[in-house]
């Protein structure tokens, strides 16, 4: 096991409150700090994974997959979020994880996973399933620095059984978490996730690697949701939601809610704040990308169909601000 004591702080925190510990996934475009202040400020999770970062890419700025603000940690978080990597190449993890550390990071996941084709085609996120050694390196690599180090990964590249030889081999190298998206890389989201397994998963695991705290992510889609899952298997340490927070940006409220439209739109605006605020330091994100969060918030049960069409057509966040200044739904 590694030094740090950043999963086995959060564990006993969640152990003493007689529940699993909660996250919110690694998500490309997504869990970046503009993302997670939102979440936070709606119900935060025990903590946060940042979006992909390619571990060559935090010492070689040159690669051309560039790190940019994917480790901008802004100082109205909380705690610093866990550093989700991708690759394949040992000594890239040994310096990128010297690298976080020195900048004040405890904690960093590896991304066997990733069912993206262009991950793939660079030999990171699902394609380490198919070559083994390479996860094994890639651990002891990350290890070297210190840190907290987790993996990523799902049941198998293409069959459902691989997990039988897949897992163990992961679970052998003793990493602090094991987070289990509950499907293939070929089954994508297609499928709903093998919620079945999760059993053999914790057996698995305790056999092999008692100390290793076991994670489970696909198809939950809020705090109440796994909660009730933890609570049907006995022995699931974490629980991972990752789209969830697209149906609700309350995904982690221990007790569930309702909310008015206002309140969302509340915090579409504040996510507007640190979108800007986050653009004038990088030259990313550009404002398309703020188009998929809008559906978050105005939403057509609430009757704002007509206010969201309006801003997919904005070009900017100003223009976005005036929408919603000229829409009925005002806070």
Same mark, same amino acid.
């Given at each position: 096991m590694t030094e740090s004591t950043f999963w086995t702080e959060i564990a006993a925190k969640a152990k003493t409150e007689q529940r699993p510990f909660f996250t919110m996934a690694?998500?490309? $475009?997504?869990?970046?700090?503009?993302?997670?202040?939102?979440?936070?400020? @709606? $119900? $935060?999770?025990?903590?946060?994974?940042?979006?992909?970062?390619?571990?060559?890419?935090?010492?070689?700025?040159?690669?051309k997959f560039p790190v940019h603000g994917r480790l901008y940690v802004s100082p109205a978080e909380a705690k610093m979020p866990v550093?989700? &990597?991708?690759?394949?190449?040992? &000594?890239?993890?040994?310096? @990128?994880?010297?690298?976080? =550390?020195?900048?004040?990071?405890e904690a960093i996941d590896l991304n066997m996973g990733c069912p993206d084709s262009t991950v793939i085609k660079n030999h990171g996120g699902s394609d380490l399933i198919r070559h083994p050694q390479w996860a094994i390196d890639t651990i002891a690599a990350a290890k070297t620095a210190g840190l907290a180090v987790s993996v990523k990964t799902r049941l198998g590249?293409? =069959?459902?059984?691989?997990?039988?030889?897949? &897992?163990?081999? !992961?679970?052998?190298?003793?990493?602090?978490?094991?987070?289990?998206? !509950?499907?293939? =890389?070929?089954?994508?989201?297609?499928?709903p996730a093998h919620l079945e397994l999760i059993d053999d998963l914790? =057996?698995?695991?305790?056999?092999?690697a008692p100390n290793t705290l076991l994670q489970v992510n696909g198809d939950i889609p809020d705090y109440q949701a796994g909660l009730a899952l933890a609570k049907k298997h006995p022995g699931l340490d974490g629980i991972m939601i990752g789209r969830g927070v697209f149906a609700s940006p309350f995904a982690f409220e221990s007790q569930a809610q309702t909310h008015s439209l206002a309140e969302l739109l509340e915090l579409l605006r504040f996510q507007l704040d640190l979108f800007d605020d986050f653009a004038t330091r990088y030259d990313v994100p550009r404002f398309p990308s703020l188009k998929r969060f809008f559906k978050i918030y105005a939403r057509p049960e609430l009757g704002a169909t007509a206010l969201r069409n309006a801003m997919m057509d904005a070009k900017s966040t100003d223009e976005v601000r005036k929408i919603l200044n000229d829409s009925p739904f005002t806070a």
């Open positions: 690694p998500m490309e $475009a997504v869990s970046n700090t503009v993302f997670r202040q939102v979440v936070a400020r @709606a $119900a $935060a999770p025990d903590t946060f994974f940042t979006e992909f970062v390619y571990a060559k890419g935090i010492t070689n700025p040159n690669t550093v989700q &990597l991708w690759g394949n190449e040992a &000594l890239d993890f040994v310096t @990128a994880a010297a690298s976080l =550390k020195a900048k004040g990071f590249y293409s =069959k459902l059984d691989e997990f039988r030889e897949w &897992l163990p081999t !992961l679970l052998r190298q003793d990493v602090d978490v094991l987070t289990v998206h !509950l499907r293939t =890389k070929q089954e994508m989201s297609k499928v914790i =057996k698995l695991r305790d056999e092999l």
